[in-house]
């Protein structure tokens, strides 16, 4: 079982910025890829932004040249750089992490962190 611990979210004023970290704990995994997406209130899901092995990105189209999504493989770490935020930005933000351990595939998912931008 991998877990995931997600931290950074909060007020911010338009315009601002704000990081978000996603943490991986457990036993022997190997992580392929890890991604973020939000929900905002009475929306679907979405995509924000993944991150895969040999640090391959994807983002969607709505946070092109304002997020960056990066990761650190020795602290089983990602993270969402979060700038130039908008009040459509605000959503709750989920960590998802894909990869396997000794006996199996994973996807985790973390607990969310509500990222709020006023104007």
């Known amino acids: 079982q991998v877990q995931l611990v997600e931290s950074g979210g909060g007020l911010v004023q338009a315009g601002g910025s704000l990081r978000l970290s996603c943490a991986a704990s457990?036993?022997?995994?190997?992580?392929?890829?890890m991604a973020w997406y939000r929900q905002a209130p009475g929306k679907q899901r979405e995509l924000v932004a993944q991150i895969a092995n040999g640090f391959s990105t994807k983002y969607g189209e709505s946070v092109k040249g304002r997020f960056t999504i990066s990761r650190d493989n020795a602290k089983n770490t990602g993270y969402l750089q979060m700038t130039s935020l908008k009040p459509e930005d605000t959503a709750v933000y989920y960590c998802?992490?894909?990869?396997?351990?000794?006996?199996?595939?994973?996807?985790?998912w973390g607990q969310g962190t509500q990222v709020t931008v006023s104007s």
């Open positions: 998802n992490v894909g990869g396997s351990t000794k006996n199996a595939d994973f996807d985790s």
């Open positions: 457990g036993s022997a995994f190997r992580i392929n890829v």
